[in-house]
């Protein structure tokens, strides 16, 4: 993977930024613990005081885990921009999947999910794509909605149809 | 199985022809009724729901299912929230114990018991003082005077959760006889009895149903009941001693009473039909053998009240619990 | 020997045609609901409840029981076959179990898997048959001081696994912990790290941060090698069965050593999770093979996945005997039993034999006939693995989704399962270990409350941790296990040095 003649974001990077993502979580959480009240109370330690030495321990490793991201560098990619064109022809459509589903319902997202999915990345015919796609949720609903009675998101197609 | 699906089928018309002037039939569930608990699995509103799921299945009370689904995050917060947000939606009811009023008080979460429509109170469920029993404790007042004796913080009062309905009633005992204890939380009730059994605290105040096996068992020891007057089942259930036997906690010289909710809400904005089929369900659940059970295994107090009786107890009991928790020291402190 | 009576009569109760049928269809649907992320056995149990009330209650409880087996097998599948473990104690099957089904190995991997919670549950159910009243004694020892021992135990045999930067790892282990830590303080009854959000009320489910981290993760990283799925050659007839079964009895002592802490850990009540994660940490260490683990060695399926069904089914003993659920499921169960008029504690061997005994015979054969359901069927769980990653990663995606929405009914949820996807993709290529995460998300919280109910207890000493001779033990174990690396190296330096 080291020696690919493909360009793409260099390893270093990444790691920092990881590092640097990480510290952050850690001084968030430093921030809530405050507010929750860090010292030993009259009846053991506080609300805030676990977490809050939590979030020092976060900072310190991510500090180091900075410390070290710097000083290596050997000139690794993460990743070839091939490869995260790929990953994030999976992430974004997943992303638009997950954020449409309170608006539309899981189903119908599912549905269009499924068959972009099929498609436009694997390649299917149409014919196999839709059998898929439709199968899929309509299967879904029986086992979760009607065997389990586990209730699902729906929108404004399944109200219409009274389901 | 076909009867009764008829009879309930008559009974709902003959009930829209005697109720309304108008001519549409009186409102029914027309999808699966999701039964809210706001307490996790296993514990007693859990146990009350489910049971309710149960008797609704078996006598075929409602003919679209009722699903218990348990939202008990942020000590319940999670489902009261959850019902406040499906404004509109007649298929949610929930279930509520003590934290309707105590989880928002202590919490600071955006929420009242008045967002909610009140349907009806099932029951109220009793709180009793245990001791293991192998503690030379057979009275309040052996009771008291060791808790007394002990240094100050050294006898340990197990319950269920921080800031709950146990910890008020530890705090009311503790002003009551006047000493110091220390409470320490556990998840659940069923826990709280076998930390108890096991010696890890010196005495408990779980409710009857949490406590009565091993007081069968002959593991633990009821003192007293925190009620107005003793429970009402006259059963023998050890050592020869009913529910009954049991004194009130008043008589004994310890001025304290606490009884919890179980009631039934569903979510705001709640038509007067819709409100009205919920408390009709829970009439014909209270009428089956199956739930006559079940309140005498856990010992409850089986007061029902619906409408405007049921909104103004609530009323009363928010402004109780906003007392107690204040004088504990309880309130969320506004963050 | 009257036990043995009674347990005779009890399989006469459970062999009726009728409650094979109850098993058959239990187990069945246990699986189903194992299978598919979301369900849990507490769903399936709780779903079916209400259905078992016109049985009578021996029935009843065999079919649910059959339920809860069927889960408990259910659960290592998608572990295996796509990284994505349904429940937490399934998680540290993933690590061998995955690596196996990518080499190709997934029939031996899955056979491994059920032969072993086989082996485990059949265990702890001899266990209970013979040392019941016994080992219920044993569970009223567990004050909070003592469960903290175990927890600390469970880390302890664990950290300082990972081949990965030692600073990484307590990042990641911190991480976890941070996230356990969001929600309703259980001690303090207050809110802390939800900066006024009220979806973060619950904290962090792990089974949203397990489904992302692990399962999208895992579909990230095969994208980026395009659509290739590896493990399609898969080996897909029953001779993999008797094959695999002739590998294992040479890891007799793996599986015995994790029925133990399975046993152990179900009846204190710590539950299957800490038990299958030190399993496989005491496995790695003592294993000859121990530096292959992670990279598809079988024994590392064996150890988590036996000490977890020992501990799954070993929880049902405090349930009947003390009324302490050990898991969300036995807490069902639980209320099933309160339900049928059958009031669980120290009474419920003495008046209620028949049904005790029933329950306890009904483990014995739901078990087996599991056993023979699932592993009829792995040459059909292999198979999948067959199905082009064109059609069935968008398939696995959206049951991921349904899975984590199911959890809490939240579309919140689902969401933060992408990110935890994402996150868990970056973190891998990092170098980030993600098992410490998740292990601190699983107890974390659980950790922290036993060791605050403790101080409380002890009114803030620290010495009750090592205040008596059972405590002592687990925690002087946990730090054993903690420097066993630097120990071990001093003891062959010491051999060096006397040779």
Known sequence: MTERSERGPAHKTLEIGMALLIGVFGLVVIFGSLKAGINWGAEGPRAGFFPFYIGAAIVVASAINLWHAQRDDDGRLFAAWGQLRQVMSVVVPTAIYVGSMPFIGLYVASMVFIAWFMRWLGGYRWLTTIAVAVGMPVLTYLVFERWFLVPLPKGPLEDWLGL | MKPSVLSVALAAIAMSCANSTASRAAWEPVRPVEFIVPAGTGGGADQMARTIQGIVTKHNLMKQPLVVINKAGGAGGEGFLDVKTSSGNPHKIIITLSNLFTTPLATGIPFNWKDLTPVAMLALDEFVLWVNAEKPYSSVKDYVDAAKKAPSGSFKMGGTGSKQEDQIITVGIEKAVDTKFTYIPYKGGGEVAVQLVGNHVDSTVNNPIEAVAQWRGGKLRPLCVFDAQPMAYDEPIAEGKAWKDIPTCKSQGLAMEYLMLRGIFMSPKATKDQVEYYVELFKKVRATPEWQDFMKSGAFNTTFMTGADYAKWVEAEEKRHEGLMKEAGFLASGN | ?499
């Not at chain 3, 009890?10 to 009728?18: I, T």
């Not at chain 3, 078990?367 to 069927?377: E, I, K, M, Y």
Request: aromatic residues 10%; contains cysteine; proline residues 5%.
């Open chain 3, 1 to 499: 020997m009257e036990e043995l009576a009674n347990l005779f009569h009890g399989f006469a109760v459970a062999l009726q045609p009728y409650n094979i049928m109850l098993m058959i269809i239990g187990i069945t649907l246990g699986v189903i609901i194992g299978v598919l992320p979301g369900l849990g056995g507490a769903n399936g149990v709780a779903i079916l409840l209400p259905l078992t009330f016109s049985m009578p209650p021996t029935s009843a409880i065999i079919m649910l029981s059959c339920i809860y087996w069927g889960a408990l097998f259910g659960g290592a599948i998608t572990s295996i076959l796509f990284n994505i473990p349904g429940e937490p104690w399934s998680v540290a099957t993933t690590f061998d179990g995955y690596p196996m089904a990518q080499q190709g190995r997934p029939g031996e991997a899955l056979t491994a898997a059920f032969t072993s919670s086989f082996v485990g549950a059949l265990f702890a159910v001899i266990m209970i048959t013979l040392v019941a009243p016994l080992v219920a004694g044993f569970a009223l020892r567990f004050g909070p001081a003592e469960k903290f021992a175990v927890y600390f135990l469970a880390f302890c045999s664990f950290v300082g696994l990972s081949k990965e930067p030692p600073f990484k790892t307590i990042a990641a282990m911190m991480m976890g912990f941070a996230l356990a830590a969001v929600g309703l303080d259980s001690i303090t009854g207050q809110l802390r790290l939800t900066f006024g959000v009220t979806e973060l009320l619950n904290g962090f489910d792990f089974l949203i941060a397990v489904i992302g981290l692990f399962g999208i993760g895992e579909i990230l990283l095969t994208m980026e090698e395009g659509l290739a799925f590896r493990g399609g050659n898969a080996t897909i007839n029953l001779r993999v069965v008797l094959q695999t079964w002739r590998e294992l009895p040479a890891y007799w002592m793996t599986s015995l050593r994790s029925c133990l802490i399975g046993c152990w850990m179900g009846v204190t009540p710590a539950g299957a999770t800490p038990a299958s994660f030190m399993s496989y940490g005491i496995a790695k260490r003592l294993a000859r093979r121990g530096n292959n683990f992670g990279k598809g060695e079988i024994e590392g399926v064996i150890a988590p996945e036996t000490a977890a069904h020992a501990a799954g089914t070993s929880a049902l003993l405090p349930m009947l005997s003390l009324g302490v659920p050990g898991s969300p499921t036995a807490a069902v169960l639980l209320g099933g039993l309160l339900i049928w008029g059958l009031q669980p504690g120290p009474m419920l061997f003495v008046e209620q034999k028949e049904f005790v005994w029933g329950l306890i015979a009904s483990m014995y054969l739901g078990n087996l006939a599991g056993l023979l359901v699932v592993l009829t069927c792995v040459p059909i769980f292999a198979a999948i693995l067959r199905v082009p990653f064109g059609i069935i990663a968008p398939l696995i995606l959206v049951l991921c989704a349904i899975g984590a929405y199911s959890v809490h009914n939240s579309t919140f949820d689902v969401m933060l399962m992408l990110v935890f996807g994402v996150l868990g993709y970056l973190l891998k290529k990092c170098n980030y270990p993600l098992a410490p995460l998740v292990l601190a998300i699983v107890l974390g919280d659980k950790a922290e409350e036993a060791f605050r109910q403790s101080l409380l207890g002890s009114q803030g000493s620290l010495g009750v941790f090592f205040s008596n001779g059972l405590v002592s033990t687990i925690m002087a174990l946990g730090l054993v296990a903690l420097f066993w690396s630097a120990i071990q190296e001093g003891y062959s330096r010491l051999r060096t040095s006397m040779a």
